[in-house]
């Protein structure tokens, strides 16, 4: 017979190898780890769940009170980027400084502490042209912790290519080749950032043409130029560093996480329900528990709302129909 410490033990550790298999291709997820329990709770230290952008989850943190807590604050850290703490408890008013509170609403009514953290593909810095500007920001960005790309027109700059553009960072030197469509191809994207290294008369040139093809003002703003931070850079060398430092600064302030463009829409979510005797919020798809009345199902966390609501069901149905 299997130790139940042991099952325990493999699927964290099974956990831990998905984590890295998904980390190593790029592909965004949060891990959700349970911290601390209070009695009484189906929850343990060091459960651990994976929540993919598409709303699935991998891996148990907790009965039906918790795993769909865990889903919502999984999906929230994955479009903003930032990991975050949450407790489950019946005792939602006691709050604290930086921990988001969920109200457990299970008999047991025990409390869970979980931990989320997001794991994001790296933010991806695109260089239009070929110039030696180029070589040297592809020498520098990878140890920033940025992915680096390399286009040669501007065709290159699409939805497939970069299919996170919340994080994607484009940098046009192209000396005059494709300056506007490069820089169109940005703003057209969504990103934060369009770094034009290009004289001013020649800055002015592409803003008045990207103007005259639809752009408006507000568009362009993310459009820097000079691209860089004011150094007093000169070489190649030193106004690839202030271009650098400028998208370091911008990226701090933007947090980016995936944004509600690439996390499940609400429509597509597992369907949700109110248990109307307890209120806690029951996915339809994995209850057992179903009771019908005046027409209607009504969904429960645990056999014994169920039979609270078959005996008296006017006693919880009268407060939501109202």
């Known amino acids: 017979m299997d130790h139940p410490a042991a099952n325990s033990l493999a699927r964290r550790a099974d956990s831990l190898r998905r984590a890295g298999e998904l980390a190593h291709a790029e592909r965004p997820f949060a891990v959700v780890t ?5 009695p009484s709770t189906s929850a343990r230290t060091g459960n651990r769940a994976i929540v993919y952008p598409d709303g699935e989850m991998e891996g148990w943190v907790g009965g039906g009170c918790i795993q769909p807590t865990a889903r919502r604050e999984g999906l929230a850290a994955l479009k903003s980027g930032e990991p975050r703490l949450v407790r489950i408890t019946p005792d939602t ?3 604290q400084h930086n921990v988001h509170m969920a109200r457990m609403t299970c008999a047991s009514e025990g409390t869970a502490d979980l931990y989320i953290e997001p794991f994001l593909p790296r933010p991806t810095l695109v260089a239009a042209g070929d110039s030696p500007l180029a070589a040297t920001l592809a020498a520098i960005a990878p140890p920033l912790g940025f992915r680096f790309v390399s286009v040669d027109a501007a065709a290159g ?3 497939e290519t970069f299919p996170h553009p ?3 960072w484009l940098v046009v030197a192209t000396f005059g080749e494709f300056d506007e469509d490069a820089v169109e191809a940005g703003v057209r994207l969504k990103l934060p950032y369009v770094g034009l290294v290009a004289s001013e008369r020649r ?3 592409v803003l008045s043409e990207l103007r005259s093809r639809g752009l408006e003002d507000g568009e362009l703003s993310v459009v820097r130029s000079p691209a860089g931070i004011p150094i007093g850079a000169s070489g190649q060398e030193e106004i690839s560093l202030s271009i650098m430092a400028e998208i370091v600064s911008v990226r701090a302030k933007l947090h980016p996480g995936l944004g509600q463009d690439d996390t499940v829409e609400p429509a597509a979510r ?4 109110i248990d109307p005797v307890c209120g806690m919020t029951v996915e339809v798809a994995g209850t057992r528990h179903v009771a019908g009345y005046g027409g209607r199902d009504y969904y429960f966390c645990c056999p014994g709302c169920k039979r609270a609501f078959e005996a008296e069901p006017e006693k919880y149905v009268s407060p939501i129909s109202a």
């Not at 349970?34 to 209070?38: K, N, S």
């Not at 597992?270 to 329900?273: H, L, M």
């Open 270 to 273: 597992p369907q949700e329900a």
């Open 203 to 205: 800055a002015d040139s």
């Open 166 to 168: 919340r994080d994607t």
């Open 157 to 159: 700059l699409n939805p």
């Open 93 to 95: 008013a006691a709050s």
């Open 34 to 38: 349970v911290v601390r329990t209070e």
